[in-house]
């Protein structure tokens, strides 16, 4: 939870309008390296959000021993029981002049023992990377990835049930003002402009597997550019992304756009 700092009049203005509206809860869904990180950024600079990073990570290495990166800080960290996560994440009551609770789900933590019905009180979305992105990135950490580690069927499956606005990452760094502004509006909340940047360094917030995976967004002050991948995606692994393919597809259909109108520099405005 952030520390609550003497109000301005502007801020106390703001805590007001934000006590007056209903609380919404966002599940968040990306496997990994999709820039979910930086989105997480994105939300938690406003005034209005807090946010949770991975809830489920250490109930997904406990169940499954696999070896990542911090494995056993991680499961020192948080709850390993995925009901008490989720019915935390679900029901914590919200600090003062928030109205808004963010979580960044990865999708590969959603083990098939995890009840659906707990996801329920949710409001879902989805943000996504095109596969052989998102490997070329992944692969320099985890040499070895598999289907079950990039999560896209299980994102496929939650999609399936629970709808929700979806977001490719590439539209995100494209146009990150005209794609915010859509997302906030799909999922029924305002739009902040101060989700456009936000300071550089590490946050409280961050889990405590961030100095393994976070270093370029701890760096970051806003939305880099995209750019295309700097060379070929290893042969040893175009397999595995056309098996991710037919899921990315599916999802990318829903995808949605950019609001308002291109601007001189490329964004756009309202």
Request: aromatic letters at 8%; one cysteine or more; glycine letters at 8%.
């Amino acid at each position: 939870m952030r520390g609550m700092a003497p109000l301005s009049a502007g801020r106390s203005a703001r805590v007001g309008q934000a006590a007056a509206r209903p609380l919404t809860r966002i599940a968040m869904w990306s496997g990994p390296r999709t820039v979910s990180t930086a989105l997480m950024r994105a939300w938690e600079n406003r005034q209005d959000t807090v946010v949770a990073d991975e809830p489920l990570y250490a109930f997904y290495l406990a169940r499954t021993g696999i070896g990542h990166p911090g494995r056993e800080a991680v499961i020192a960290s948080q709850p390993t029981d995925w009901r008490t996560a989720l019915a935390r994440l679900a029901g914590a009551p919200l600090p003062q002049g928030v109205a808004i609770s963010y979580a960044k789900m990865m999708t590969h933590h959603l083990l098939p023992e995890v009840d659906r019905v707990a996801l329920a009180p949710f409001r879902h979305a989805h943000l996504i990377r095109d596969p052989h992105e998102l490997l070329a990135s992944y692969a320099r950490i985890r040499t070895a990835p598999t289907l079950a580690d990039l999560g896209l069927a299980a994102q496929a499956e939650i999609f399936e049930a629970f709808g929700g606005p979806v977001v490719e990452s590439r539209d995100l760094l494209a146009c990150p003002h005209g794609v915010l502004r859509a997302l906030c509006r799909a999922l029924g909340v305002p739009f902040d402009r101060a989700m456009l940047s936000w300071p550089a360094g590490p946050r409280d917030s961050d889990g405590v597997w961030a100095p393994y995976w976070y270093d370029s967004v701890r760096a970051s002050t806003g939305f880099a550019r995209w750019r295309p991948p700097a060379g070929p995606l290893p042969a040893r692994l175009e397999p595995l992304a056309e098996r991710c393919m037919p899921y990315f597809e599916r999802l990318r259909r829903y995808r949605i756009s950019a609001e308002g109108e291109p601007d001189a520099a490329g964004l756009r405005r309202a």
